[in-house]
């Protein structure tokens, strides 16, 4: 086993410095961390658990100040259980590039060819959600800057001959994360709940391409509303 020392009792449910004093996680597996880590949580980086997760080695959690505490087990694999989702994690500073084309799905190589110009301005994508005409390349703001927006959608324009593009900015990702979630029923239909009590507008939904989580995309000023949400929702 590795001991991870730290400042914390355990990982937690959600961010709490939305939510007061959230639930503790007991036990997660490598991929549930590597979710949670990917879209901000803060005690692991994501790439962090590589040598262990390699190897299979159980990883605890640890408090340097409270050492007595059980911690977080981070392990290769767990059993699920009918309560599957096991935390929320979110980060903000998201944008995407939402392209149209009419039959799309018939044109052979569109996507390498979008993903393509992403690639040849260096600019490394998150997401990539689509639909028969439309598709969405969701990505980190940082990378894209005014400088690169113009060359992206001059690009597109030019070579892929589209119907319409488009840039929204000031985005925001949550994550419901949880082994077991894709094959348990409800977790959307709770979760999409939960953001209509919450008042946000989902602005677009990635389900299917991980077996361990679900993507969700907000306008970032109302993240903390739909975390709070969230966590009443699966938690309370």
């Known amino acids: 086993m590795y001991e991870n020392f730290t400042d914390v009792d355990s990982v937690y449910t959600v961010n709490p ?68 989702v096991v935390g929320i994690a979110s980060d903000t500073g998201f944008c995407s590039l939402y392209v ?17 110009i992403f690639e040849d ?51 925001a990702v949550i994550m419901v994360v949880g082994e077991g979630l894709v094959n348990t029923i409800g977790v959307a239909q709770k979760a999409t709940t939960a953001f209509s009590n919450a008042n946000v507008n989902i602005e677009m939904i990635n389900q299917g391409s991980s077996e361990v989580s679900m993507m969700f995309g907000i306008q970032a000023a109302d993240l903390n509303d739909a975390i709070q949400s969230l966590y009443t929702s699966f938690f309370s």
């Open 100 to 116: 149209s084309k009419f039959l799309m799905n018939r044109e052979v190589g569109f996507g390498r060819k979008l993903l393509n």
């Open 121 to 171: 301005e260096g600019i490394s994508f998150e997401h990539a959600p689509s639909g028969i005409d439309d598709m969405s390349v969701i990505f980190r703001d940082k990378k894209f800057t005014p400088e690169k927006e113009k060359i992206v959608v001059d690009r597109i324009k030019e070579e892929l001959k589209v119907d319409m593009v488009s840039i929204h900015r000031d985005l």
């Open 17 to 84: 410095n939305i939510v007061s004093h959230p639930k503790e996680i007991t036990t997660l597996t490598y991929k549930e961390m590597r979710e949670l880590s990917y879209a901000g949580f803060s005690v692991f980086h994501d790439e962090a658990l590589i040598p262990a997760f390699r190897e299979k080695i159980p990883v605890c959690i640890k408090n340097t100040n409270n050492p007595d505490a059980p911690g977080t087990l981070i392990v290769a694999e767990k059993e699920t259980s009918e309560k599957c």
